[in-house]
Nanobody, 116 residues
Framework: QVQFVESGGGLVEPGGSLRLSCLAS????????MGWYRQAPGKQRELVASITTRGNTNYADSVKGRFIISRDNAKNTVYLQMNTLKPEDTAVYSC??????????WGQGTQVTVSS
């Protein structure tokens, strides 16, 4: 069974940085594109960034130039470096395959709160 365990969230002031990690298991990690997603209260889950098996990346316009997605296939881990954080980045951040497989199970995610 595919599982994802996210970590690295927390409370940070506007302009600060955080680095999120997501450990994947139950999947041949190197064969799949991965994505970071987020869901703010009262809003639908949205794709924040994705990375292909070759390391090509893509970002939502709202985070372009501030966030960096990367992966370490040896560690079955995908990362999200978040810089110049804004209050509107506050959300629960989760990772999954990109695109998520039908019926895929989401991890608990990690809460990111940007506030002074």
């Amino acid at each position: 069974q595919v599982q994802f365990v996210e970590s690295g969230g927390g409370l940070v002031e506007p302009g600060g940085s955080l680095r999120l990690s997501c450990l994947a298991s139950g999947v041949i990690f190197r064969l799949y594109a991965m994505g970071w997603y987020r869901q703010a209260p009262g809003k639908q889950r949205e794709l924040v960034a994705s990375i292909t098996t070759r390391g090509n990346t893509n970002y939502a316009d709202s985070v372009k130039g501030r966030f960096i997605i990367s992966r370490d296939n040896a560690k079955n881990t995908v990362y999200l470096q978040m810089n110049t954080l804004k209050p509107e980045d506050t959300a629960v951040y989760s990772c999954n395959l990109y695109p998520p497989s039908t019926g895929s199970v989401w991890g608990q995610g990690t809460q990111v709160t940007v506030s002074s």
